[in-house]
């Protein structure tokens, strides 16, 4: 075709691709639209009907193929709408866009009117349906209700489509009868564009209903205005302005330079009106967390307003997800995706939201547009500096007369059936006041106008014009109106029409609206190039290698970042948007820099000239923007003076007779002339080969830009969304399409091919391709999608776990931060939740998971089988090691632990239930075979699931819980650490050596256990009772238990060996080491005893082959892996010096790398400085090296007994005036060091001799003294009495050495817990 040819070249650079009218055809008469739900309860007038296409100009263009079907659904998204004269509606604007398989989009906006039906067929029709409606009215009761739905998305839909109330015998008199009454039915304008100049389209649309509705014919044939938009009108060039002709007026747009923000044409001061300031933030927040929204109101052009004003103020980050900001009725399965999406819903006038079933919620941020309020998820971080930001926003907004305080408080999901507090009939016409009042939706241009129009599309009004005209009589006001229209556009060159001067002024408010977005981003991340790992050669080697490669060190930028902004980064750089930003820093290495990324990048330059890098780009402190103005006034500036006048509308070489006008009917336009593009233009002969290499270039980068991690998954969403297809058949088994699978450097491979290819095969899938392939497909590509996240997550839990071992290997970071590791674990909470809502059949609760577990437990509680719940809890108890000698054996219950949960009367929710119990599970290392168990039970799963769901798929199923399997090799303590307030019941066991005969005391003996919580209290122990349990709020992890006896009775001796202390909820077990005596006489004359404790691991553990667990936490893998001093020294063979000196090093060490961790994560100082490896340990193991230690009358010399005899010979000198004779500070540390010794000695604690050393080395390194107190041991003449030569501590340069390896503990807050410290005051 000649036009089709003449309309490629220029596409790139036009205006609008396409033209397109579409609503009823009288071929096919009238037909119901089964996809949409029809309810045949409601009156015809209400139903929906199918509506078509019925032409588009020009027929195709090469880079924007029409999609018939997908225009005609967005353009009548609920079908055909009938009424009468009786029911006359206003004309509706709304736009919509579509998002291509490579990511581009196009956004479409539509004029809907209503035309007079003149076929006889379709009046007789609608007679028919009417008669046959009233008849069944009469004879059904009106009182009963429709069965119950057979699924979530069937109550969805009916929930949508509410039946009528019941019709009186008067209102059915008043129904349609095509003798009586005039019928009319909806017909929609729309123009198809590559860039979002909303304004100017609406004002051109409606220019063009006017020209339809008037009495007088348009000054040219309509071919001629839609052919001078789509052929002779150009894109604006960036940092330009364009002024073209409608119908009756010309129309200016404007297109931001290349180094401003992207053009954003819908009114943010609507989203803000709507919504109010506080809760638009919120939606903001939850839409960079990439959570499920769900945008909820009865006009499309508000749902297309409020999703692209979200999506508008991410910048620099671009939406990677399923994006459908008007959802057609027919596409309602669209919600079951278990993926984050952005999707608007339409409701019906009045609907309920209460009644409103969808299919998953835990994720689920719900956006009521008409009423104002927002339903947020749980666990929800707040934007950083919220406050001080919705201050700022609220002050530009005040500064153009706009509230900022419309919109009710924000709810979360506990109470999602309360309602807001202001009843939605009472607000709704408020803020449509507010909006007819000032214009700031764009709707009305001004009074005046307003006024004007109305009397110019209506067509009754018109005809009476015309009456008077022709009878003589004049309308003053209308004229007057007229002519005050005509005045004002007429004024001069530089005056501007109301309808301008509005556009002007959201223009600038939506441009000082976005900067304070951008200007937060560009504050937080102003140093995200420091952190950006670039380690790849070339392109096609980061390409083939993207799924293994660390593009950013997450660890260094989150501890470089300000304290109360890390719950929200932490989770945000979790994000696939964030992601994409960094694989496109990379890339732009090696290509052009992503248009956003080259914007961002070019403001963070600035802001460092500006700064000259001064410390507030890191500071908390909010700082505003500072722009605003220079950003409003380039807008006004491009405005005022018009860059470029496109062509005007001129006559048409068209066959006479057609073209022709019939006032308010749209006529059928010549086609030969619209699909051909004009002869002669000075820019329709642009080749645009520059043009459609950038946009090739652009759009090749942006599907490069999409993370391989989840690139499947994205691309699944993204065909998803162009084809509209749903995806579910009945009890049917999916057709054996599965794709095979593929390595990931073959997919890298495939990624680039298609790539480099981009734009040349562009598959387009229709809207009414349904076919069982194409269904099975997109679950596959869902299930697929699915089974990757959560490989990539449980690996990433894995490899941040698991520590400097695994960067050793080449896998990663360093550490992991408890903020990063809790962010992960939300996330899986969150990949499980949507993996369990996937394909349900119907949906019961907000968390589908946890709806699953009741089902399973109800079902096992009524079968009575709770012994077939766990095949581990079968297994007969075996005597592994000591430290499980006398433990009862913890049964391993599915139900068990769902019950521990249902007590916590913290927990609110389902979804808080669901995630605790996840927590819980991936605790006790029992995640995955509990979910192998709760699917073991098939007849439940094939109740509970359709055939396509994720949890029915066998293969991807049994992938899925190995990965979940592979996190038992690393310790959690998700559920201990997140649940700090709750009850939990302890067992306590004592283990005697029993091989001696003082196993039994008769004294009363007493515990307490200490966590890094907080302590049990004091406990008394019944005599010769070895087990008890307690109750106690949450310890945490324990870090000690104090162990004594009062020395009472005849047999007050006690030979404890351990101490063992088991979480009953969660299964932990410590395992408290003693091997001493507790009693006056005996070993060191303790009578209590301060015992560290270990995490052991359970026999059940070691039994079931999921041990394997991590070295114990504050304990580097090297040492690990090296045989402890303190077990040396206990089997008898002496350590050497070197040994020792090691030992002490690496104890310092240990400490040193305790206080540069976060302060949140750095666990207990207690194990470093008293446990195995410890300070004190080691320091034992210096001054016991050399120590004559032999039994002098069969009592045994401690070297406490050397320090006590070194105390005794310093005061002794200190009274005779030897010290006084010394240097200053020495006689000051003499004094300090004899007091410390003294107060030790006089405490009420019967902590026996090396309780008290322990005790002196703890309190000399809190207090700084160790170093001090040094000299002055060695410079003692008790030591050649007590020491050998060779030993230690009369080595002058080992002392010395030892001296310098404790200074470097001076620079830390060493802080001892309460159960060390009891009873000395210094």
């Known amino acids: 075709m000649s036009g ?141 209700t429709s069965s119950s739905s057979s699924s979530s998305m069937d109550s969805l839909a009916s929930s949508l489509d509410e039946a009528d109330p019941p019709i009186s015998s008067s209102q059915r008199a008043g129904g349609y009868d095509s003798s009586r009454d005039t019928l009319y039915v909806s017909k929609a304008m729309c123009l198809i564009t590559p860039m979002p100049f909303m304004h100017a389209c609406r004002r051109f649309l409606l220019q063009l209903h006017r020209a339809v509705m008037s009495a007088t014919a348009p000054p040219l044939p309509l071919e001629s205005y839609v052919h001078n938009i789509l052929y002779e009108v150009p894109l604006p060039a960036p940092g330009r302005s364009l002024k073209f002709h409608g119908v009756y007026e010309p129309i200016v747009c404007q297109r931001p330079g290349l180094g401003e923000l992207q053009l ?29 929204i769900l945008l909820y109101s009865h006009d499309y052009q508000q749902l297309m307003t409020v999703a692209e004003g979200i999506t508008t103020l991410l910048f620099p980050f671009q939406w990677q997800h399923v994006y459908v900001p008007i959802l057609p009725a027919s596409l309602l399965h669209f919600l079951d995706a278990p993926v984050p999406y952005l999707m608007g819903l339409q409701s019906k006038e009045g609907a309920d939201r209460s009644k409103l079933e969808l299919p998953q919620e835990a994720n689920l941020c719900f956006v009521d547009i008409d009423n104002h309020y927002i339903e947020l998820p749980e666990d929800f971080p707040q934007f950083p500096n919220k406050t001080e930001f ?88 209308v004229d007057a109106l007229r002519a005050g229209v005509r005045a004002q556009g007429s004024e001069g060159p530089g005056a501007r029409t109301v309808a301008e001067e509005e556009e002007l002024r959201n223009a600038k408010l939506n441009v000082q609206l976005r900067e304070v977005f951008a200007s937060r981003f560009t504050t937080m991340f102003a140093d995200y190039e420091a952190f950006v790992i670039q380690s790849a050669p070339d392109l096609e080697s980061w390409l083939t290698n993207r799924e293994q490669m660390h593009n950013f060190d997450k660890a260094s930028f989150l501890s470089d970042q300000p304290e109360p902004y890390l719950p929200f980064l932490s989770h945000f750089i979790e994000t696939q948007m964030f992601a994409t930003f960094i694989d496109n820093k990379i890339m732009s290495q090696w290509e052009e820099k992503e248009p ?71 006529p059928k336009l010549q086609a030969d002339v619209l699909n051909t593009g004009p002869t002669s233009n000075k820019w329709s002969h642009r080749t645009a080969t520059a043009q459609r290499r950038k946009d090739r270039h652009r759009q090749q980068t942006e599907h490069l830009g999409l993370d391989n991690d989840l690139k499947e998954q994205v691309e699944g969403c993204l065909v998803l969304q162009n084809s509209m297809a749903f995806w579910e058949w009945d009890k049917a088994s999916p057709p054996s399409v599965k794709p095979p699978k593929k390595s990931a450097s073959a997919s890298c491979l495939k990624y680039m091919q298609e790539a480099r290819s981009l734009g040349k095969n562009l598959r387009q899938p229709k809207l009414s391709d349904l076919s069982p392939a194409v269904i099975a497909q997109t679950n596959w590509k869902f299930v ?75 079902r096992e509680e009524k079968l009575g089988q709770q012994q077939a719940e766990s095949p581990v809890s079968n297994v007969p108890e075996r005597r592994k090691s000591d430290c499980c000698v006398a433990m009862p054996y913890l049964r391993v219950s599915l139900t068990q632990d769902m019950r521990h949960i249902q007590s916590m009367s913290e927990i ?33 799963t094939r109740k509970l699931y359709k055939r396509y769901a994720f949890l029915r798929c066998e293969e991807e199923k049994e992938q899925f819980l190995f990965h979940l399997l592979s996190l038992n090799t690393v310790d959690y303590f998700c559920f201990t650490s997140v649940f700090t307030t709750i009850m939990i019941p302890y067992r306590v066991i004592i283990i005697p050596i029993k091989k001696l005969s003082n196993a039994m005391t008769t004294s009363n003996p007493w515990a307490c256990v200490s966590g890094e919580l907080r302590d049990s209290g004091v406990m008394q122990i019944p005599k010769n009772v070895l087990e008890m349990t307690f109750d106690c709020q949450n310890l945490g992890k324990l870090t000690t238990v104090q162990l004594g006896h009062d020395n009472a009775g005849l047999l007050a001796k006690w030979l404890v060996d351990c101490v063992m202390v088991r979480n009953e909820i969660t299964g932990h077990t410590y395992r408290f080491p003693c091997g001493r005596w507790l009693g006056k006489g005996v070993d060191d004359g303790s009578l209590e005893r301060v015992l560290i404790g270990e995490l052991a691991v359970s026999s059940g553990e070691e039994d079931s082959g999921k041990g394997c667990s991590t070295p114990p936490l504050l304990r580097s893998p090297s040492q690990a892996r090296r045989i402890s001093i303190t077990s040396l020294s206990g089997r008898g063979n002496k350590p050497t010096s070197a040994q020792i000196q090691e ?110 050393f322990q005790l002196l080395v703890c309190l ?28 230690l501590l009369r080595d002058r340069t080992s002392v010395n050495s030892l001296i310098g390896v404790l200074e470097t503990l001076h620079d830390f807050p060493v802080t001892l817990e309460a159960s060390l410290v009891k009873g000395i005051d210094l």
């Open 4 to 144: 089709s040819s003449a309309a490629l070249g220029a596409a790139p650079c036009r205006f609008a691709h396409y033209f397109a009218i579409c609503g009823i055809d009288t071929d096919t008469g009238l037909e119901p639209d089964e996809l949409a739900g029809e309810n045949l309860e409601q009156s015809p007038l209400k139903r929906t009907f199918k509506s078509k296409a019925l032409a588009h100009y020009p027929e195709n263009v090469e880079w924007n193929p029409f999609d018939q079907d997908a225009v005609n659904m967005l353009c009548m998204p609920r079908g055909l709408s009938f009424t009468t004269q009786a029911d006359q509606r206003d004309p509706q604007f709304h736009s919509f866009i579509i998002t291509k398989e490579d990511g581009s989009r196009t956004y479409g906006f539509v004029h809907t009117f209503y035309e007079e039906v003149t076929s006889p067929q379709i009046c007789s029709a609608m007679q028919t349906l009417h008669l046959m409606h009233n008849a069944q009215s009469t004879t059904i009761n009106p009182s009963s």
């Open 1143 to 1252: 030992a002490i090093g690496e104890a310092v060490i240990n400490i040193i790398k305790h206080f540069h961790k976060p302060e949140k994560e750095r666990g207990s100082l207690t194990v470093l400085l008293c446990g195995e490896n410890s300070l004190v340990a080691a320091l034992e193991q210096f001054f016991h090296f050399g120590f004559k230690a032999a039994r002098l009358f069969q009592k045994t010399v401690f070297v406490w007994d050397f320090v006590e005899k070194a105390v005794a010979y310093m005061e002794s000198a200190d009274q005779m005036g030897d010290l006084q004779e010394t240097v200053e500070p020495l006689g000051m540390t003499c004094q300090s060091f004899c007091r410390y010794v003294n107060a030790i000695n006089s405490t009420s604690r019967n902590i026996g001799k090396d309780g008290k």
């Open 784 to 858: 697929e999608g699915l089974l990757k996240e959560c490989r990539m997550k449980t690996k990433r839990m894995l490899v941040e776990k698991m520590g400097r071992e695994a960067v050793e290997l080449g896998h990663g970071e360093v550490n992991i931060t408890g903020l990063e590791e809790n962010t992960l674990i939300a996330s899986l909470c969150d990949l499980l939740e949507r993996i369990w809502s996937h394909g349900l059949q119907v949906k019961q609760g907000k968390s589908a998971l946890w709806s699953h577990l009741l089902h399973y437990q109800a």
């Open 390 to 477: 919705t201050q700022e926003l609220s002050e530009v907004l005040l500064s153009f007369n706009i509230s900022a305080n419309t919109g009710t408080r924000p709810r979360t999901r506990t109470n999602p059936g309360s309602t807001p507090g202001t009843p939605a009939k009472e607000r709704r016409p408020l803020a449509l006041r507010q909006l007819e009042d000032d214009g700031r939706n764009g709707n009305l241009a001004g009074e005046e106008l307003a006024v004007l129009e109305l009397l110019q599309g209506n067509a009754t009004l018109q005809r009476l014009q015309a009456l008077t005209r022709r009878t003589g009589v004049t309308v003053a006001r």
């Open 1260 to 1287: 000399g390194a809190r207090d700084r003294l160790l170093p001090q107190w040094l000299p002055l041991l060695v410079e003692c003449p008790v030591i050649p009495r007590m020491y050998e030569d060779t030993a």
């Open 264 to 292: 954003a044409d819908f009114p943010l001061s609507e989203a803000f009106t709507l919504l109010g300031v506080e809760n638009l933030v919120q939606v903001f927040t939850c839409t960079l967390l990439e959570m499920q």
């Open 596 to 666: 956003l990324l080259r914007v961002f990048d070019g403001r963070i330059e600035k802001a460092r000239l500006y700064n000259v890098r001064a410390p507030s780009l890191r500071s908390s402190c909010y700082q505003r923007c500072p722009i605003l103005k220079e950003s409003a006034q380039a807008i006004e500036q491009r405005l005022m003076k018009i860059d470029h006048t496109a062509i005007h509308p001129h006559l048409l070489d068209m066959k006479i007779g057609q073209g022709k006008y019939e006032q308010g009917f749209f």
């Open 908 to 940: 609110k929710t389902d979804v808080g239930r669901a995630r605790a119990w996840i927590r819980l599970s991936l605790e006790k290392k029992l995640l995955s075979q509990h979910l192998k168990q709760l699917l073991s039970r098939q007849a439940l």
